[in-house]
């Protein structure tokens, strides 16, 4: 069975920090890009960051560029996402997500789309 598991996230002060992990199995992990996308209620689903599947490429969305960073360890079948200096804007439910055959330009900024996604973790910035 294909499962991704987000974990890491939960309630923190505006300024704080966070690390995500996502944890693959069920499929071969070095062949897919993966992502983190973010939404919150009566918002649109949001392409944070992504990262192809041999580690040569990344994206970031403008509001998070500077403050995030995307990794990955194939050997681990995990990828990760540490935030630092969070706002209140970065709360949202974030969810990871991989996809065969794209780009991080395609996969984060285009369609905003995965073969495969988790079921996704709270993160919570009070001001």
């Not at 599947?53 to 990955?72: M, P």
């Not at 330009?105 to 996704?120: E, H, I, K, L, P």
């Amino acid at each position: 069975e294909v499962q991704l598991v987000e974990s890491g996230g939960g309630l923190v002060q505006a300024g704080g920090s966070l690390r995500l992990s996502c944890a693959a199995s069920g499929f071969t992990f070095d062949d897919y890009a993966i992502g983190w996308f973010r939404q919150a209620p009566g918002k649109e689903r949001e392409g944070v960051s992504c990262i192809s599947r041999s580690d040569d490429n990344t994206y970031y969305a403008d509001s998070v560029k500077g403050r995030f960073t995307i990794s990955r360890d194939n050997a681990k079948n995990t990828v990760y996402l540490q935030m630092n200096s969070l706002k209140p804007e970065d709360t949202a439910v974030y969810y990871c997500a991989a996809r065969r055959w794209t780009s991080v330009q395609a996969m984060c900024v285009g369609a905003r789309r995965g073969d495969y996604w988790g079921q996704g973790t709270q993160v919570t910035v009070s001001s």
